[in-house]
């Protein structure tokens, strides 16, 4: 019951900041003007809190599958009874993942298309053609394709197939962001791929946390994950400040990074998220200063009570993030 309750406690406080972050930085829904019909606060709420359920289930539908492909062992490409347990919470995930996708696309639609939820099977047309709901489309066909996979796999060679599939996934909905709106510009597109890699590193850094605590604590595999984490962290840092450099310069000629800190909501979202992103560097640095030989002395706790800490921090890191996505 504890797994249950830890797990929407933390998504929990992913929602509670995303919102804080929306109503801050300028990017929370709004009423629609009078005399339009507009999609209702309801929905156009409901699309933010549908991509941070779909991001927390991928995010552990990665870290399950990095613990089949990286921490628990296999008997000559088979897989053990953890890995095969961890298969089941990766299809459980990713099927989570593709029924919150499906929502996501039909309210992001709504809103796009500026209508009622009623009324967006007359409209099913145009909706068809919106490049999101495109990308959103192709995250649910793979994401049921994924936890079909996943429901099925006992070799080592199906979950690395099916640590391709959650990369592709992950991809799809990034190439219609901040960054992918002028594809012809060299710094969209750099800005695109920045993201990509962002979200990549994340989503293992996080996953593969949540996989160590869910799976394994042994040495070996907190040691790997230590290593696999400082690799994510400064990919993330700099593919995090190069991604809003771009887009808050493209707002104002300079160094928007530096002008726009606290003078516009995305630059403020940017400082939190920055900061945020520190606590995770010190953690870390916690982690391979104190956890790691105190495990190596045969206390697991050690590491246990400060990774849960880390986990309540990228919880609202991920929150933060879903809000920079929405923040013009």
């Given amino acids: 019951m504890r797994r249950p309750l830890a ?71 088979k897989l053990g009874g953890k890995a095969l347990r961890a298969c089941q919470d990766a299809a459980l995930a990713a099927g989570i993942w593709a029924v919150a996708s499906i929502g996501g696309l039909i309210a992001t639609a709504t809103v796009i298309l500026g209508i009622p939820l009623s009324h967006l099977a007359e409209h099913a047309e145009p909706a ?34 099916a640590a391709v599939l959650t990369v592709a996934a992950l991809i799809g909905p990034l190439l219609t962001g901040h960054g992918a709106i002028d594809r012809t510009n060299l710094w969209s597109v750099l800005a695109t791929v920045s993201l990509v890699v962002h979200v990549i ?30 690799v994510c962290a400064v990919t993330m840092g700099i593919t995090g400040l190069l991604t809003a450099e771009i887009h ?39 982690h391979r200063r104190s956890s790691l030989p105190r495990l190596a002395g045969g206390d697991p706790a050690a590491f246990r009570q400060l990774a849960v800490l880390e986990l309540a921090v990228m919880a609202g890191t991920i929150g933060l993030a879903v809000a920079l996505s929405r923040t013009p």
């Fill in 7 to 77: 797990i929407a406690g933390l998504v929990a406080v992913g929602i509670v900041v995303m919102v804080l972050a929306l109503l801050a930085g300028g990017g929370a829904p709004q009423r629609a003007a009078d005399g339009l019909l507009g999609a209702g606060l309801g929905v156009s709420w409901a699309v933010p809190v549908l991509r941070i359920l779909a991001d927390a289930a991928a995010v552990a539908t990665g870290g399950a599958v990095i613990a089949v492909v990286l921490f628990l062992p296999a008997t000559d490409g």
């Fill in 128 to 161: 068809g053609r919106l490049s999101q709901v495109r990308a959103l489309a192709v995250a649910v066909v793979l994401t049921a394709v994924l936890a079909v996979l996943l429901s099925g796999t006992k070799t080592l060679r199906a979950a690395r197939v």
């Fill in 201 to 230: 590193a994340a989503t293992a850094w996080v996953g593969g946390l949540g996989a160590v605590l869910r799976y394994t604590r042994s040495r070996e595999s907190v040691e790997l994950f230590s290593t696999l984490a400082f």
């Fill in 248 to 286: 808050l310069d493209g707002r104002q000629g300079g160094w928007g990074l530096i002008t726009q800190w606290v003078t516009s909501g995305y630059g403020v979202l940017v400082l939190g998220k920055t900061l945020a992103f520190a606590a995770l560097v010190f953690i870390g640095w916690q």
